[in-house]
């Protein structure tokens, strides 16, 4: 068990709408990082954001759109939902924004889009 | 771009055959070097890590990986398999400007 921990497991939804996805770091980690893991691109760096500042930013679409709060969490909004979005949706976290330290990774939760 | 490569798709051995998996990155700056396991339906874990010193990392698991910076390489290494080592590998170069990118991933299968 790594600390992190991610909600819901599993999400089912249909093209065109709009889902929330939760994480909550590990207890005294500032930052935290979304990945999206598919079939066809692999794991891909979306975003990240350090004490509720967006302090990097990967191959995350206009249509998606993250956000840190004051406890930490973390939310990732994903709109107009496509049958490609379908994928594998992780969170790490880490203690701080430096560049150079490991990322711990929930357990993830698994998006179907149809 | 920066990038990561693990050449190795999918990889299948017999049980205590030994496991060598390929990683090469391209960026030349600073960087620390993971490799995660991704077991059949469950999420990813730290296998292990180098950030400096001793360029021979052991991790879980019987696990280890080299650091042969003069190659750009992180080869994964276990001497004799075991059937619960079937998993996806996955490969990660975290770079000083905070940007974690992973290999593809290799699929290892191995045969009891």
């Known amino acids: 068990d790594s600390g992190v921990t991610q909600t819901p497991k599993h999400l089912i939804t249909a093209t065109g709408q709009r889902v929330t996805l939760r994480c909550s770091p590990r207890?005294?980690?500032?930052?935290v990082y979304w990945y999206q893991q598919s079939l066809d691109q692999g794991l891909q760096f979306l975003i990240q954001?350090?004490?509720?500042?967006?302090?990097a930013k990967g191959n995350i679409l206009e249509r998606f759109s993250a956000q840190q709060f004051p406890d930490l969490h973390s939310e990732l909004n994903l709109s107009s939902l496509e049958l490609g979005d379908s994928a594998l949706y992780f969170c790490?976290?880490?203690?701080?924004?430096?560049?150079?330290?490991?990322?711990?990774f929930g357990p993830g939760t698994r998006l179907l889009v149809l | 771009a920066q990038s990561v490569s693990q050449h190795n798709h999918h990889v299948i051995l017999s049980e205590a055959a030994s496991l060598e998996l390929g990683c090469n990155y391209s960026?030349?700056?600073?960087?620390?070097l993971f490799w995660y396991v991704q077991y059949p339906g469950q999420h990813l874990q730290l296998l292990l890590k180098?950030?400096?010193?001793?360029?021979l990392v052991k991790g879980i698991k019987g696990f280890e990986a080299e650091f042969i910076k003069s190659k750009f390489s992180f080869n994964l290494r276990k001497p004799s398999v075991q059937w619960s080592d079937t998993a996806e590998y996955f490969c990660?170069?975290?770079?000083?400007?905070?940007?974690?990118?992973f290999g593809a991933g290799t699929r290892l299968t191995v045969k009891p």
């Open positions: 960026y030349g700056g600073t960087v620390n």
């Open positions: 954001y350090y004490n509720g500042e967006e302090r």
């Open positions: 790490a976290s880490s203690p701080s924004a430096g560049g150079l330290e490991t990322q711990y």
């Open positions: 990660a170069v975290n770079e000083e400007n905070n940007d974690m990118r």
């Open positions: 207890s005294g980690d500032l930052s």
């Open positions: 180098y950030f400096s010193g001793d360029p």
